[in-house]
């Protein structure tokens, strides 16, 4: 069945970075547009990036310039490198498709320090 695990959070400082891995299984990686998606308790579940099967790629304004999005298909895996971090960006961080989501797997936590 199809699984979506992601990795890489963890907390830092203002100003820092961090890298998420979003590792996905039991289905054709490579024909999916995925994105980056985070939530905040009592908030919902916002999109952060996005990006096609061609390579194209799109980000909320508030990460714009901060965030790249990026893909492995031979691994199966999205990433996210994330700089310039600041205390507003911490949430749990999720990947799925853009449409069409598969089950939620359990996000990553992502704490920004001020």
């Known amino acids: 069945q199809v699984q979506l695990v992601e990795s890489g959070g963890g907390l830092v400082q203002a100003g820092g970075s961090l890298r998420l891995s979003c590792a996905a299984s039991?289905?054709?990686?490579?024909?999916?547009?995925w994105g980056w998606y985070r939530q905040t308790p009592g908030k919902q579940r916002e999109w952060v990036a996005g990006?096609?099967?061609?390579?194209?790629?799109n980000y909320a304004n508030s990460v714009k310039g901060r965030f790249t999005i990026s893909r492995d298909n031979a691994k199966n895996t999205v990433y996210l490198q994330m700089s310039s971090l600041k205390p507003e960006d911490t949430a749990v961080y999720y990947c799925?498709?853009?449409?069409?989501?598969?089950?939620w797997g359990q996000g990553t936590q992502v704490t920004v320090s001020s």
């Open positions: 799925n498709r853009r449409t069409g989501w598969y089950p």
């Open positions: 039991g289905m054709i990686f490579s024909i999916n547009a």
């Open positions: 990006l096609t099967s061609g390579g194209s790629t």
